[in-house]
C-alpha cells in the first residue's frame, strides 16, 4: 500500500509540474527507469532517492510519506511551524496549516510571495471555491480578466471554475490567507 501512495503522489507530482519521466531524471538525478518503477507502485524508494525527488519539486520528503498515515482528526499548528508544501527559487513560499487532516473537505494556506512575484503567465481553472485574505502587503487577483486590489485585510471569495491569476503589487513581500474546498489534492495526501 506504501509503494501505491507513493507511486501516485509522484506522478501526479511530475504530471502537475508538466515533467516528464526524463525531466525528471535529469533534475533529481534518480533514474527514468527507477522513477518510472516507483510510480507504476513496483518497488519502495529508499530515503535518498525520495529526498532527491522532493527536492527536484522543492519540496519536503514528507509530501510523499505522509498519505501512508492514517492522519488526525484534530490538527494543531503552532504560528510559524506549519509544512512547507511548495517553493519557488526563493519568490513563493506556501505552507499548509491543515497538513495531516484526515479526510479534509477544505484546506488553508499560509502563502508568502516576494515583490513582482505572480501565479504565471495562464488563468488557473479549478473545481471549488477560494477565499484569499491579506495579512501582509497587497496582491492583485485578476478575475475572470477583472482586477481586484486587496490591500492588508482585505478578502475576496470566488468559484474557482472563474479563470484567476495573482501578482504581488507591494513593494515588499505579501503574506495571504488561502482557504481552497474541496482540499486539493496537493493538500489532501500531503503538503
Known sequence: MVKELIGKKLKTMRL??????????????????MISRIERGLT?????????LANAFGMSISYFVEAAEKGSTVVHTKAGKGEPIFFFQDK???????QGLRDPSYTVFYDTIEKGCN????DMVHVGEEFAMVVEGALDIFIEGQRYSLALGDSI?????????????HAG???ILWIVAPAPDIAQHQP
Not at 508538466?18 to 534518480?30: F, P, Q, R, W, Y
Not at 513563493?92 to 491543515?98: G, R, W, Y
Not at 501565479?119 to 495562464?122: L, M, T, V, Y
Request: aromatic share 4%; charged share 20%.
Open 173 to 175: 513581500q505579501t503574506k
Open 16 to 33: 502537475k509540474n508538466d515533467m516528464t519521466i526524463e525531466g525528471l531524471a535529469h533534475k533529481s538525478g534518480v533514474s527514468s527507469n
Open 157 to 169: 471569495c470566488f468559484k474557482g471554475n472563474l479563470p484567476h491569476r495573482w501578482v504581488n503589487t
Open 119 to 122: 501565479s504565471g503567465e495562464g
Open 92 to 98: 513563493h513560499q506556501i505552507i499548509s496549516l491543515t
Open 44 to 52: 519502495t524508494p529508499s530515503v535518498e532517492i525520495l529526498m532527491k
